[in-house]
């Protein structure tokens, strides 16, 4: 049995990271990131299910989403309940000192269709479960179905920004007021 | 050389649905599909890259598409822009008598993983073209981007909508009707 190795997810994830900078994403392998890691193999499988995962956390994005969405104030309109939760987001997932990470993490993404596209679908099943955590409130099907597409690209604009190496702006504030850009956008009016 | 073989995309994807729906998507082989069309498997491989790909057309959606934005009225606001756009593409590629195909089609991608992914990813690229004809047009980023989701919405609502058993209704009108609903449901207001 393999003992406890704290932090293991991101110590393997900035391993890949650096691994797939250096030699490219094609010539790194799993036992090389967890080499990397001072980890053991067997210890990236009981966290992730292959190399295209290792960055792409393992569920919490989404258990903080729906946990966010969870505790929102009751009573307010669908698109100020995904701020709240955006903001939980930000204070757990992407404090300031993961900025640096977060845009090396884009660029290595952005450099390779294999990540590009698991990015994609995780990015699909964040929105399902944002429809289904605002259902669960109440919220109609078709709204739900708007605010989370919508939702959805907040939060990738939002976090574009918030990497960006001259920003210097909380995550949680900046997705609020990229969500309004948004809805605002989203009216159609003038 | 094999000779030319009429309408050999749709054959292949009517072959590889029969077989999906028979045997299912894992025990189909690009071989059994072939020969089901009455085809060689070079001509299924003229055609597309994989078996993933037999029910995902042939790039023909998004020149649909793209044609429909550029042709479409000057001076209208977007959403009527992507109306168009859908009205296109439901007289090319959704006429009545596909109906039953493309119900077929939605429960056999609905049953397996990969096919699922695979539409997703469709989805994603023809999103993507969607923003870019919309600025060719002259549309600001942000609002093609929001117009591109909402539409991309739309059109999926409306093809469960056209391909549900009990409609009758053409593509393009039920198109427009979800379109509405959608940029109403946007409208975040009272």
């Known amino acids: ?5 704290p932090n293991a997810p991101e110590r393997l994830a900035l391993a890949a990271l650096e691994l797939f900078e250096e030699r490219g994403y094609e010539n790194t392998t ?6 990397r890691a001072g980890l053991t193999k067997s210890t990236f499988f009981r966290h992730f299910p292959d190399k295209r995962e290792v960055l792409f956390g393992s569920g919490t994005m989404t258990d903080l989403l729906v946990g966010g969405i969870a505790t ?3 009573d307010v309109p ?5 701020a709240h939760a955006l903001e939980v987001i930000g204070r757990e997932a992407f404090p300031a000192h993961r900025r640096e990470f977060a845009a090396r993490r884009r660029a290595v993404i952005a450099a390779h269709p294999d990540l590009r596209e698991r990015e994609a679908l995780k990015g ?9 955590a605002l259902e669960n409130r109440g919220v109609p099907t078709l709204t739900a179905r708007v605010t989370a597409e919508l939702s959805a690209l907040a939060w990738k604009i939002a976090y574009e920004r918030w990497s960006a190496p001259t920003n ?3 995550f949680g504030p900046l997705a609020r007021r990229t969500l309004t850009e ?3 956008a989203a009216e159609f009016r003038g």
């Open 72 to 74: 929102a104030p009751p």
């Open 124 to 132: 699909i099943g964040l929105t399902a479960a944002l429809i289904e």
């Open 30 to 35: 799993v036992i090389g990131i967890a080499e």
């Open 182 to 184: 948004v809805r605002i």
């Open 78 to 82: 669908p698109l100020e309940v995904v």
């Open 1 to 5: 049995m393999a003992r406890w190795q």
């Open 168 to 170: 210097t702006d909380e």
